[in-house]
């Protein structure tokens, strides 16, 4: 299957120049890249649509090269902004470029040869790349009609009062420039071809092929390039994907932990799964297929969000993580599950949400359950210690696994999860995080 079939009954190709598919087609590996934005030391879900491309790129046989923007990501793309970024230092933007090779080591082959992956940065090229060289060099070649016809700058430099704009700065006016000499350096340095990225960046992309191809005729030259975009990521609404009740989702396990990343896609909604087990992993049509099948017999089960929730949380992070995420995930929605496997930073995970209480450890010296869970806790989990009695009486409480059978249960006879931690479990779905500090 060629790289855009492939791409095709994944729903996740949008559009390509004449003559990319023959290209692609060529016996000899071709090299193609794409252009990530250093502005965060993460990249994030969204992101990682736009990696998968290159995945899908190398497996085909080809070179893949993630641009990180260190040049670029100090101006920032107007394309879909409605006013101008903030712009970083170079020490910022190096830790981001060094966050984000390593989360691409994760998915493709860095291995030496002629299909192994490459991560270079923009900032080497233009650091040494004077204001006058560029305009000579570079500027002259496109015509400013030419750069305004573009949607991102006329929907910018229209400034009207609907469009939610600002206008453009000269500084943002420059990037699709900036990013076109990527491609014709590229193009030189590593005989690159093609340039990829989400549908959004058609524009951007354009113009590097257009740069390449004057620069090649001002030059008495035949170089070749070539454009190919995939879908942007939305929901079954038509809302963009990406982001949870809480932010981002990012691929960093400090700034998004496993066990929120797998709940995301765990969570994801009926009518975009089958969307998502397409773009986000690598499993074959016929195993998918027979993933939403067995789906269709009773989606309750929610085999298909299970399985795309396997895939990308084992790739992202580890088989560890996955482990561990899921643990959490039937502790909490009580399916059974053995609390002390759960190491602290994923019980805090698991309960992020929830109410988490401290209680002074020296205050629980002779304490029992019924005072610890009413009145120590300021009434959050129950009004009194009749209430609690009663409850469990009902076999209505239980903590760290294990119900409780007498109110008058010292506090200090209770086994403690990480020496410090009790989950109290009341009724069916009402949990509790008590810390003893």
């Given at each position: 299957m060629s790289l855009i079939e492939e791409l095709t009954w994944r729903g996740m190709y949008h559009d390509a120049m004449p003559g990319t598919a023959e290209h692609l087609a060529t016996n000899a590996p071709i090299t193609g890249y794409i252009g990530f934005d250093p502005t965060a030391a993460s990249?994030?879900?969204?992101n990682l649509a736009t990696i998968m491309l290159l995945v899908h790129l190398q497996r085909a046989g080809h070179r893949p090269v993630?641009?990180?923007?260190?040049a670029t990501g100090m101006i920032g793309d107007p394309s879909g902004k409605s006013a101008e970024r903030n712009l970083l230092d170079e020490t910022t933007l190096r830790r981001n470029q060094a966050g984000i090779q390593a989360q691409l080591e994760k998915f493709l082959d860095f291995s030496e040869g002629p299909t192994g992956a490459l991560v270079v940065n923009n900032y080497d090229w233009f650091k040494g790349f004077g204001f006058l060289q560029f305009l000579r060099e570079v500027g002259k070649h496109l015509t400013v009609n030419y750069m305004m016809a573009k949607d991102s700058v006329k929907r910018r430099i229209s400034g009207n009062e609907d469009s939610g704009a600002d206008g453009l700065s000269y500084t943002e006016f420059s990037y699709q420039l900036l990013q076109g000499y990527d491609f014709v350096h590229l193009n030189k340095a590593l005989g690159c071809t093609l340039q990829m990225g989400a549908s959004d960046q058609w524009g951007n992309i354009t113009t590097g092929t257009e740069l390449i191809r004057r620069v090649a005729n001002a030059e008495g030259t035949d170089a070749k390039a070539y454009a190919l975009t995939g879908q942007l990521i939305t929901k079954a609404d038509g809302t963009k994907y990406g982001k949870s009740e809480t932010g981002t989702v990012w691929l960093d396990a400090t700034m998004t932990s496993p066990y929120q990343f797998?709940?995301?896609?765990?969570?994801?909604?009926d009518a975009d799964a089958p969307r998502l087990i397409r773009v986000f992993t690598l499993l074959s049509k016929e195993e998918i297929e027979a993933i939403e099948a067995e789906h269709a017999q009773n989606p309750n089960l929610r085999i298909l969000q299970k399985a795309l929730a396997k895939d990308v949380?084992?790739?992202?992070?580890?088989e560890a993580a996955y482990e561990g995420a899921v643990a959490a995930s039937e502790v909490l929605f009580g399916k059974g599950g053995d609390l002390t496997t759960l190491s602290e930073s994923i019980l805090l995970d698991a309960f992020a949400g929830l109410p988490h209480l401290r209680v002074p450890r020296a205050e629980t010296a002779g304490?029992?359950?019924a005072v610890l869970l009413s009145e120590a806790t300021d009434k959050q989990i129950l009004p009194s210690r009749g209430e609690t009695r009663k409850l469990v009486q009902s076999n209505g409480l239980s903590t760290n696994g294990t119900k409780l059978t007498s109110p008058d249960t010292l506090v200090a006879e209770l086994p403690l999860l990480h020496d410090k931690y009790l989950v109290v479990k009341k009724g069916r779905q009402s949990y509790y995080l008590v810390e003893l500090v």
């Open positions: 990249l994030h879900i969204g993630a641009l990180v923007g260190g797998y709940q995301f896609f765990l969570n994801s909604a949380t084992i790739r992202v992070h580890s304490m029992n359950v």
